[in-house]
């Protein structure tokens, strides 16, 4: 799959961030606080936006494309859902407005990765073939806590994810732990931080990593067998800033950087290490909208 890693990490953030402004922090305000981030956390709200996305040609590329990113986040029924780029996801559990945000639901991912190769600068890799797009069904479970350190409207989540290719594009299985915490820096901006990894089991490993004899003949590429194992970690920060009025509603500007590093059988392959690198670069800048 071509990498989104950022992208839903900066509407994530829109989604957490949706509440009024501040209230005053001295003893007598504490209760009205604490009252207004539980209507914030319980409270239906609605972010579209429209970006670009710097993202590498293929996985394990050293080239970039600039490609067009839509998304939608938010909370109808008590219900989160996010939609950005080629991901889908439902939590399915009500917290009620409560401190604690427990997550359950099913995740949908269409792959891009190497589905056409004509956007592909390499011959090489442009030589060994198109995969297919890949359909990934599965779900997800986490745990996050609201007001943690800097007030009641920061956030520190952890979630794990599940994903199977079912188009028998590659055929794999991905689990995806993840960790990420998002604070207000004012009314006007909050920023994000965010870890993940990635491990991927043999079918994967082989249909975007190892190359055949056939491949090698076609391509000039040495043959290489990838299995399962540790595919990645990324590390990646994000921000948003309203540009009407405060947080809580109206246009804002979103933006964010993320690096990834490949690992093992993974960064051992041709595909990385003599045709690209395992040091992979993801940026993103749009705008969005929040109701």
């Known amino acids: 799959m071509r990498p989104f890693h950022v992208l839903p990490a900066l509407l994530a953030a829109l989604a957490a961030h949706s509440f009024p402004a501040f209230a005053q922090t001295t003893d007598a305000a504490e209760a009205a606080e604490e009252r207004a981030a539980a209507r914030a956390r319980a409270g239906d709200r609605l ?8 993202i590498p040609e293929y996985e ?23 939609y950005v780029g080629n ?11 409560s401190r604690w945000d427990f997550q359950l639901g099913p995740v949908a991912t269409v792959g891009f990765n190497r589905a056409s190769v004509k956007n592909i600068d390499d011959e090489r890799i442009r030589a060994l073939g ?3 797009h890949s359909v990934e069904l599965g779900g997800f479970a986490g745990i996050g806590r609201w007001g943690l350190i800097t007030s009641n409207y920061d956030r520190l989540s952890a979630t794990v994810t599940v994903r199977k290719d079912v188009a028998g594009a590659h055929g794999g299985t991905i689990i995806t732990p993840s960790l990420s915490y998002m604070t207000p820096l004012s009314t006007k901006s909050l920023v994000i931080l965010a870890a993940s990894a990635n491990h991927v089991d043999d079918d994967y490993a082989r249909t975007f990593f190892s190359i055949t004899p056939e491949q090698s003949a076609a391509s000039t590429l ?29 246009l804002s500007l979103v ?6 590093r490949l690992l093992g059988d993974i ?8 045709a690209g690198s395992r040091d992979q670069w993801m940026a993103g800048l749009g705008l969005a909208y929040t109701f």
């Open 47 to 54: 972010t579209v936006g429209l970006g670009g996305a710097l």
């Open 60 to 82: 394990g590329a050293s080239g970039s494309s600039l490609v067009p990113v839509p998304g939608a986040v938010g909370k109808v029924g008590g219900l989160n859902f996010l």
């Open 87 to 97: 991901r889908l996801s439902l939590d399915l559990i009500n917290d009620g407005g």
């Open 130 to 132: 198109k995969v297919g």
């Open 222 to 250: 040495p043959v290489h067998s990838a299995g399962s194992g540790w595919k990645d970690w990324t590390l990646a920060a994000a921000g948003n800033v309203s540009l009407s009025g405060d947080l809580s509603g109206g």
């Open 255 to 260: 933006g964010g950087l993320a690096y990834t």
């Open 267 to 274: 960064a051992d392959s041709p595909v990385v290490r003599i």
